[in-house]
């Protein structure tokens, strides 16, 4: 899925099945990769008879606990990313909206563009949901020029943040998520218009680093004023939406939300 916003992925994809088998020729660990099989350890510990990356002469039947989770392929990758990061991903369903929410930063030091995404993704009853905004993870033109602090206009560094973030109003005006933990950002501080990803400036503490919106209306083209460091959405109604769905969480899970930032790098 390529799109923002409207992108609504359910994992869906095939139909659930107790029984499996593997491809002539191909290996266990093959056809879980063509099966979609998030969990790699249940195979290994419940296929203890077959060596898992040998081609089977014969389609083998891989043994499951259940119906198989199927995942879509980009959380699958990201869920990579996060298990080489060390990260942690929110799976548990015992409840509905346990949110992995996940920022995804371009690497473009050209300032001033909603050019970053961010993911939104969890599981429930054994399927995943993938939602996709368009944001900026970067301060804007405006503060890398005229930083609010001496120091340097503060870059939010990549980073998970656990239970970093609560359900609150940004600068007391409207429901945004705001941080609540102390979190980690670059001084940019050589007032240019490139962003400085790695200054080795870095501070950790509180900043008002939060996840807010651009523009009430529309969609914003620029950031310019609209982060000084915050996470911003570019277009109303996908912040909406996201709103929503934290109050969503909050109800099923408590007022506290987990915030990595990766880069898109790592995607590819």
Known sequence: ??????????????????RLFTAPGESV?????????????????????????????????????????VVPDEIIKISRVFSNLNYQIMRSDEKNYNLNIVGIRNDNQEPNR????????????????LKKYKVTTDPGLT??????????????????????????????????LVQSKPLTVIRDFNRDNKLDFSSGKEQT??????????????????????????????????YNEFIGICKKAIGEWGNEFSYSLINKNLLS
């Open 143 to 176: 503060y890398l020029q005229d930083p609010l602090s001496s120091q340097g206009t503060a870059v939010l560094k990549e980073d998970q943040y656990i239970g970093a973030y609560r359900l609150g109003k940004h600068k007391g005006q409207y429901e945004a």
């Open 205 to 238: 503490g509180f900043f008002g680093i939060n996840i807010h919106r651009a523009s009430p209306t529309g969609e914003s083209q620029f950031v310019n004023k609209w982060s000084a460091g915050c996470q911003v959405f570019a277009n109303i109604s996908e």
């Open 29 to 69: 660990m093959g056809a879980a990769k063509r099966f979609n099989i998030f969990d790699t350890g249940e195979l290994r510990s419940r296929n203890k008879t077959l060596d898992l990356h040998e081609p089977q002469n014969q389609p083998a039947e891989i043994k499951t606990t259940g119906p198989v989770e």
């Open 1 to 18: 899925m390529s799109s923002f916003g409207n992108g609504f992925f359910s994992g869906n994809l095939m139909p659930y099945s107790n």
């Open 114 to 129: 909603f050019d970053d995404e961010m993911w939104v993704f969890w599981r429930y009853d054994n399927l995943w949901t």
